[in-house]
């Protein structure tokens, strides 16, 4: 059996170690350097210890709460039964978690969660500090490491999956394989302002669209409230809220109170609309308040924060710093079960790129790095049981490109229920990808109406109408973006009624913050 695991974050290295550890030959293919993507950028911790007043029953309970009613609770189940084991692991594969005097964790607390069971490292880059203990033991391990190769397209037989086309220096490579794991991550640059880097592109949801693939719940965008305002998006963790830090408008006073009694920590969605609301109505944005936690204990508590918003200009232990919103996580995804299979034979799914039903229509803070761990373990042990397809063929990295088995120009889908489409012409990308992020963050944002997403619909076809088959790295991600773009916005507009992260505005004149 052999696997080609895409993607290098937190839930693909796992999914590698995992498959190599149960016996696969497996290949990690990386989209640019080993390590990029959005796992080494997280500060938010990995939910999923538990103290003495604790338990998996209410970190389940939070998950489904923040969830708005559309998380499966067999997901979450799993989530919560299976965290421990992979924090335990993380930790025996080399990441350093925080510990007190005693040597117990320290254990955090973020919004909406009824507890203090968040564990961090390195501070604010708990990120960094588990992809540079994973990165270490792939490189020990018997994985095949292939990096600067983007995903292309799934290879399929019309009913299978039996490895990726992906592009190495502009040239197209096939990989075949018996399974296939995306663990590929998001889509944040779908918008104009966004927590992810520049390769969150939606690849994996694009390929698995084209390939045929379920995929769901696409209009459950999640925008983190507290980005630093000018500039490159630079998140403040949520974790400084956690600390005691306060939002306040154009007068210092605390306003998200006004729309929910738990304040600054009140689910995400809710505190990005009040934020952007707010900055709406005083027409500059609103700023949050850290100098009550003082210098000392920011800059020990939070040391890439401190350094990034020094740089930047800002004494945050002396005076309030401006933030705003910006797209940060994808609630939707390819569809999966509990371990990790999609709808299609031979794919499997983990991490920001699946649909578990775990996060419903909003993630809970610091479940996402679990979530991807949990999954990418149990989609390499469900990989790890299978047997071999027949009609599998050996992992190979040097095999000429055949012509396309999936049509890179297929349309997406109804509202998430995902379609195979009609071939499309042969056309230049002619849309540039700021017009889009635009239209994105202006009408299938933070805050909707059915006319702005209809009319987003509308411009995001015709785009892709005057678009041509793609052979560059950036056209590839122009075509993927374009293809996700239009699954988000009719998944939108089919949903008629707010709920979770996906808000329909009743007062549009406030849009546009
Ligand atoms: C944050 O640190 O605020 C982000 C954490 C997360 O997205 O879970």
């Known amino acids: 059996m052999n696997v080609v695991v895409v993607g290098s974050g937190i839930a693909g290295l796992t999914a590698a170690l995992h498959a190599s550890a149960a016996g696969l030959r497996t290949a990690l293919v990386t989209k640019d350097a080993l390590g990029g993507g959005c796992t080494a950028l997280a500060q938010g911790g990995i939910a999923g210890v538990y103290g003495p007043d604790d338990s998996p029953a209410l970190h389940a309970a939070d998950t489904m709460t923040a969830g708005a009613g559309l998380s499966d609770a067999a997901a979450v189940g799993v989530l ?4 421990s084991t992979r924090i335990a692991e993380l930790i025996a594969r080399g990441v350093a978690v925080e510990r007190d005097a005693t040597g117990m964790l320290l254990l955090g607390r973020e919004a909406a969660h009824s507890h203090a069971r968040i564990v961090h490292a390195g501070g604010d880059a708990t990120g960094a500090a588990i992809s540079r203990a994973l990165l270490e033991r792939v490189r020990e391990a018997d994985i095949e ?7 292309v397209d799934l290879l399929t037989d019309g009913v299978a999956v039996h490895g990726i086309r992906m592009l190495r220096r502009d040239d197209p490579v096939d990989l075949h394989a018996d399974a296939v794991i995306l663990a590929t991550g998001g889509a944040g640059q779908l918008y104009a302002h966004t927590t992810n880097p520049a ?8 390929a698995a669209l084209r390939a045929g693939a379920a ?11 507290t980005v630093l305002a000018g500039g490159d998006a630079f998140l403040i ?6 600390e005691g830090a306060a939002l306040i408008d154009a007068d210092g006073r605390r306003f998200v109170f006004d729309a929910h009694p738990d304040g600054e920590l009140a689910p995400r969605d809710v505190v990005a609309r009040v934020v952007a609301r707010q900055a709406a109505l005083q027409g500059s944005p609103v700023r949050l308040d850290a100098t009550g936690i003082g210098a000392a204990r920011l800059a020990g508590r939070f040391p890439t924060i401190d350094r990034v918003t020094h740089e930047r200009g800002f004494d945050w232990g002396r005076e309030p710093i401006p933030v705003t919103p910006a797209a940060h996580y ?18 499997f799914a983990a991490g920001e790129v699946a649909r578990t039903g775990v996060h419903g229509a909003n993630r809970l803070a610091s479940n996402s790095l679990l979530e991807a761990a949990v999954f990418g373990a149990r989609a390499a042990d469900a990989v790890g049981r299978r047997r071999p397809p027949s009609v599998a063929q050996p992992v190979s990295s040097a095999a000429a490109a055949p012509p396309p088995l999936n049509d890179p120009q297929r349309s997406s889908s109804e509202r998430g229920e995902t379609k195979r489409a009609p071939r499309g012409a042969q056309r230049r990308v002619e849309t540039s990808r ?23 619909l509308d411009t995001i076809r015709s785009f892709r109408a005057a678009s041509s088959a793609p052979t560059t790295r950036a056209e590839h991600e122009d075509a993927n973006l374009l293809l996700v773009a239009e699954a988000t916005a009719s998944a939108a507009l089919a949903r008629t009624e707010s709920v979770g992260a996906h808000h329909i505005d009743r007062h549009p004149a406030l849009i546009g913050a």
Do not use: N
């Open 237 to 242: 963790s949520e974790a400084v809220r956690g």
């Open 215 to 225: 995929v769901t719940d696409l209009e459950f965008v999640q925008f983190h409230p």
């Open 434 to 456: 700021p017009a889009l992020q635009h239209l994105m963050w202006d009408r299938v944002g933070l805050l909707r109406t059915p006319d702005g997403l209809a009319e987003a």
């Open 80 to 83: 919560v039964q299976d965290g």
């Open 145 to 151: 490491v292939i990096e600067h190769a983007l995903l």
């Open 330 to 347: 994808l609630m939707g995804g390819v569809v999966t079960d509990l371990d990790g299979r999609t709808s299609l034979p031979g794919l």
């Open 199 to 206: 390769g969150a592109t939606g690849d994996g949801i694009a």
